[in-house]
């Protein structure tokens, strides 16, 4: 018996889909790997009962398939909420760049949260400097502290009626989140490792949750990362990707502009004049330079 379902949960080679309310257990066929396509927690799914009883299925193809990204490794998602510590761990807005490159080329919409901002509160000029390079950018940014609760009705107000992927590094306070919109997960909460200054991965799969109080509303709870492989493997393309490079890739003076070595760029206009900020404009020329080193390999 063919049924349809969503994949809501993928461990160890097993992908568990949901079918009309009830979870069966499936495994992929062969086939997936012949074709190079690996089913993703999100994705619509044709499933083969196996039986009915043991709710046991094969997981037999991928359908409508809207969006997907690699890590974290989700598909048809409707917004990212991409959530970095302001301090305890130090923030990598290099990393972060290389998420939203990610989203911009998925077009997919994107918040920002800054998370952990009771840590700045006798340092309130750091929050106001991270906060002002992203909304700058075009990006919403929320603020969000687990201890006060700042923050968390306005992303409620976000998830409505989304299927909403949390992402972003270890120990930035993802599954606190995650416990405080929905009580009765009890998603696990980690420590900074203080040798490393780096969060500990306490979520090891990814998982769709339905959110209480709301209609067809759910989170995606990822495991937390220290790295981004990029979806753009062309440095050429990454400047169509930055959202403070839009309407000026077509502006230069010399057609395929990368900004970066080139006179009469608008977008050095822009950054000399302080509309594009330094920190975002030296993150993108990290980024082409390190597609472009990887290239040659």
């Known amino acids: 018996m063919i049924l349809r379902g969503r994949i809501i949960k993928g461990i160890g080679g097993f992908y568990y889909v949901d079918a009309a309310g009830v979870i069966y257990e499936t495994r992929a066929r062969g086939v997936f790997r012949k074709q190079g396509i690996t089913p993703l927690v999100g994705d619509n799914a044709e499933i083969d009962v196996i039986s009915e009883q043991e709710h046991t299925a094969f997981l037999v ?111 930035v306070g993802k599954s606190s989140l995650i416990n405080s919109l929905v009580p009765d997960y009890n998603g696990e909460t980690g420590d900074i490792s203080k040798k490393l200054g780096k969060g500990k991965n306490t979520t090891r799969h990814t998982e769709i949750i339905p959110v209480p109080g709301f209609t067809d509303t759910f989170i995606i709870d990822t495991p937390g990362y220290s790295s981004i492989e990029l979806m753009v493997s062309d440095e050429n393309d990454i400047r169509y990707y930055i959202r403070e490079f839009e309407g000026l890739n077509e502006s230069c003076k010399y057609t395929g502009c990368v900004h970066i070595a080139e006179p009469s760029c608008a977008v050095k206009e822009r950054l000399e004049s302080g509309v594009i900020s330094q920190e975002r404009y030296a993150s993108y020329v990290d980024i082409y330079n390190d597609v472009k080193s990887r290239r040659k390999w």
């Open 61 to 171: 193809d991928i359908v409508d398939r809207q969006n997907e990204l690699i890590r974290p490794a989700v598909a048809n998602v409707d917004l990212a909420l991409v959530i970095f510590a302001v301090a305890h761990p130090v923030p990598n807005t290099g990393l972060l760049d290389r998420f939203l490159i990610n989203m911009e080329k998925q077009e997919m919409e994107t918040c920002i949260v800054l998370s952990k901002v009771d840590l700045l509160k006798d340092n309130p000029e750091e929050l106001d400097r991270l906060r002002g390079i992203y909304s700058n950018a075009g990006y919403k940014v929320v603020e969000l502290s687990n201890i006060n609760g700042r923050g968390h009705d306005e992303i409620r107000e976000l998830l409505n009626g989304k299927i909403t992927v949390l992402s972003g590094p270890s120990g």
